[in-house]
C-alpha cells in the first residue's frame, strides 16, 4: 500500500530540480517568470487513484501577460493557473509512447518514476517552455511549430492580438489572409471576421 503522502513528496523531490531551473512552487504548480509572462508546470493526480497506485502526469504552458491583459482582463496581482495558458500542452504530447501519458506510482517503483520524471522535465518539458517564455516567442511559435498548444480559432486570435499589438502589419495580414482562406465557407471564418471587428483590424493599407 502507498501513502497518498507519496505524491507530496514526489512533488517536494522534483521542487529541487525546479528551483535550480529557475521555478518557484505554488503547492503543485510551478512558475517560471520571464518579463510578466509565465512558463507554469502543474503536476494533476488522476481520481482514478488509489491507496496502491497514485496516477498522475504533467500540464504545462506558456502565458502571455499582454493576451490576458488585453483579453480576459487578468491582473498581474496573481499567478495564473495552467489552465490559463494560451499555449499549453500534456507531457504525453511530447513523448514518443503515448499522446496522454501517466505515471503510476507504487511503493516498487518510487525512485524509477521520480528519475523519469526529473528526466521527462529536463530533455521535454523545459526546452518547450523556453521556447515561448516571450510574446516574440510565443509569435515565432505559433508561426513555425508544429504544436500550437490550442485550438486553430486560438491560434488565429492569439496571433493576430500579439501581431497587432507588436505593430507588425505586414506580418498580421499575411496571417489573416492565410487563416481566411483556409477557414473559407467554414464557422471559424465568420468569428474570425468579428473578432477582426473586435480589435479594429482595417487590413492591407
Request: with cysteine; glycine share 6%.
Amino acid at each position: 500500500m502507498i501513502k497518498m503522502d507519496e505524491f507530496k513528496i514526489i512533488i517536494k523531490e522534483v521542487s529541487l530540480l525546479l528551483k535550480q531551473l529557475g521555478l518557484v512552487r505554488k503547492r503543485n504548480t510551478f512558475y517560471k517568470v520571464s518579463d510578466k509572462n509565465y512558463g507554469i508546470i502543474n503536476f494533476q493526480k488522476s481520481r482514478d487513484s488509489t491507496k496502491e497506485v497514485i496516477k498522475f502526469t504533467i500540464n504545462f504552458g506558456a502565458y502571455s501577460d499582454v493576451l490576458g491583459r488585453l483579453q480576459y482582463g487578468y491582473s498581474d496581482s496573481v499567478k495564473p493557473g495552467v489552465d490559463q495558458c494560451q499555449w499549453g500542452a500534456r507531457v504525453g504530447e511530447f513523448m514518443p509512447s503515448s499522446p496522454d501519458y501517466w505515471w503510476y506510482l507504487k511503493v516498487s517503483n518510487f525512485h524509477a518514476v521520480i528519475s523519469e520524471v526529473m528526466e521527462a522535465i529536463q530533455s521535454r518539458i523545459m526546452p518547450e517552455l523556453n521556447k515561448r517564455m516571450s510574446d516574440e516567442d510565443l509569435i515565432n511559435s505559433w508561426i513555425n511549430e508544429r504544436h500550437a498548444g490550442t485550438t486553430a480559432m486560438g491560434r488565429f486570435i492569439y496571433l493576430t492580438t500579439l501581431l497587432k499589438a507588436k505593430g507588425d502589419s505586414d506580418t498580421l495580414n499575411q496571417i489573416v489572409e492565410a487563416f481566411m482562406e483556409e477557414s473559407k465557407g467554414r464557422p471559424n471564418a465568420s468569428r474570425a471576421i468579428e473578432y477582426l471587428k473586435e480589435i479594429e483590424y482595417t487590413g492591407a493599407n
